[in-house]
């Protein structure tokens, strides 16, 4: 059951790699799937993700018990609906820089007055097939939701953010953090300060703290920072790398 213990041992602190996943077809699900990852997160906010399409991917990860969060297009209410019904197992909502945003999705991807409107007909549910009580229970066990820092506000209040009620990890985000601070390299002294201010944070509010990482190397060098998830590039950048290699190892033969 590797979807519904995913939240728990993300809390734990469990060290966790995933990818970012960009092409919106279910044969890349179910290739990644077999890859020995714990989780993959299909990335609606900058790949071509439509409802159609998600739907059919999530349908996959679910049938595959994949873990598979989704980073949303935007905060909205319906874009959390939509993921979570299609089976989504949390959400990563970009560029968290205030606590009202904070508040705002935590409580639109969970039931409750003014929150997620319940339907026990999605597949997330069963489609008709369990009671109100239990799915209550599952969406308190499983539901994930995860606040992307890409802000020097964000950092600033990355500790209330943390502390946000429903919020299950921090996300620190190393390329829009730099440009907001006005560099053009992920290597700047304001950027590891934010990393071990968020790192604080995540650790006193008992969060996960995750990052993005361009592969296997950097995760171990970022591990003393706290991060215990690695979302590690993505499948284009996995392609890419084996084709390039590929390629220069034929180019050598003489």
């Not at 213990?5 to 699900?29: A, N, Y």
């Not at 020995?36 to 991917?57: K, Q």
């Not at 969060?69 to 939509?82: A, C």
């Amino acid at each position: 059951m590797r979807t519904a213990g995913f939240k728990e041992r993300m809390l734990r602190g469990d060290v966790m790699s995933g990818t970012f996943v960009k092409t919106p077809d279910i044969t890349m699900i179910e290739v990644l799937a077999k890859s020995g990852l714990d989780f993959i997160c299909l990335d609606a906010e900058h790949a071509p993700f439509d409802r159609a399409r998600m739907d059919a991917c999530l349908a996959v990860a679910r049938a595959l018990d994949f873990p598979t969060l989704v980073r949303i297009p935007s905060s909205t209410p319906s874009d959390i609906l939509n993921v979570m019904d299609m089976g989504a197992v949390g959400i990563v909502c970009p560029h968290v820089d205030s606590v009202e945003k904070a508040q705002a999705i935590s409580k639109a991807a969970r039931f409750g007055h003014g929150g997620r409107g319940y339907a026990g007909s999605t597949r997330w549910a069963g489609y008709t097939t369990r009671g109100m009580a239990e799915l209550l229970e599952q969406s308190h066990s499983e539901t994930v939701v995860i606040a992307q820092i890409e802000e020097p506000e964000g950092v600033d209040l990355a500790e209330q953010i943390a502390a946000t009620d429903g919020i299950d990890g921090l996300f620190l985000g190393p390329a829009d953090l730099s440009i907001a601070y006005g560099k053009t390299s992920q290597d700047s002294d304001e950027l590891f300060a934010a990393i071990e201010t968020c790192s604080a944070a995540a650790k006193s509010a008992g969060v996960a703290y995750m990052t993005f990482v361009p592969n296997a190397a950097k995760a171990a060098e970022w591990r003393d920072y706290g991060f215990s998830m690695f979302f590690v590039s993505s499948e284009h950048g996995w392609m890419l790398q084996g084709a390039r290699a590929t390629a220069d190892g034929i180019k050598d033969i003489t």
